[in-house]
């Protein structure tokens, strides 16, 4: 009887302390999860049958994961909500578990694509990311919520067969124009200079001549008044963030373009992923 009791007691302690895990008890089957109830049942049946689909196809997971405010599961922002679940649900195909996943939180209407593994920072460049964000951010701010996700599914389908056929997204990025080399000789140049110091000492001495009935102003309005003086406060305001730049494409040299690079992929995190959010 009482090894019964204590079973009782410890099933209850495990239901407890696993409660707040509850919420992603899918995550590690279904590729599709919505605690939102945006989609209805059979919707979120098909968007994940074709997620699996092309996950199997290509071995990099395509997920969705759908919370009412990620604030309610981790101590952070989306950014951090998405690493964590990828990262204690273990998701991902093979050692590097490469695959991307959209997370949504609808509280704040963020949302956040996260890459990771390898060849999914390699099929996901920030370039990429910011592409596919535009293929289903038009829908979600009609609402409609099975279309962007669908969009968001395809679309990842076709960056992950680019990438596997050696292609993947990118952003070229040409190196800015060199500077201008001085066309003037050196002869030339001092001549000039000779011409400049002989018209601005004539000018100075005119000048001075000119300045003789000046009188001391004692009130920085007249000063302001004649464009002499500005006073008014400029500052630039940043805000760092530390992130690894990887370059994630190498053409062979023959086809390569010349002067310039392709954009990559921002690796952030402690996870090593990399990340396109923002809202919708």
Known sequence: MKKKLLLALLLVLALVLG???????????DFVTDEAGLLSEEERTQLNERAGQISEQYQCGVYVVIVNDCRSYVNGNIETFAEEVFDSYDLGYGDARDGVMLA???????????????????????????????SFLDNFRRNDWAGGFRDYVENSGDLIRRAKEGNPLDQWIPDPEPEP????????????????????????????????????????????????????????????????????????????????????????????????????
């Open 104 to 134: 949504m939180s609808m509280s704040e209407r963020d949302y956040d694509i996260y890459a990771h593994g390898s060849f999914g920072n390699y099929a996901f460049t920030d370039y990429g990311k910011d592409q596919l964000a535009e």
């Open 19 to 29: 409660l707040s895990a509850s919420a992603f008890a899918e995550a590690r089957l």
């Open 181 to 280: 080399e001085p066309s003037l000789s050196s002869g030339k140049v001092a001549l000039s200079a000779l011409i400049s110091a002989l018209f601005g000492g004539v000018t100075v001495g005119s000048m001075k001549k000119q300045m003789k009935t000046a009188v001391k102003q004692t009130r920085a309005g007249n000063y302001v008044a004649r464009g002499g003086v500005d006073l008014r406060v400029r500052d630039d305001r940043f805000v760092n963030r530390t992130v690894t730049r990887q370059v994630i494409r190498r053409d062979p040299p023959s086809s390569r373009p010349s002067g310039g690079h392709y954009g990559g992929t921002s690796i952030s995190g402690s996870h090593g992923g990399s990340h396109h959010s923002g809202k919708f």
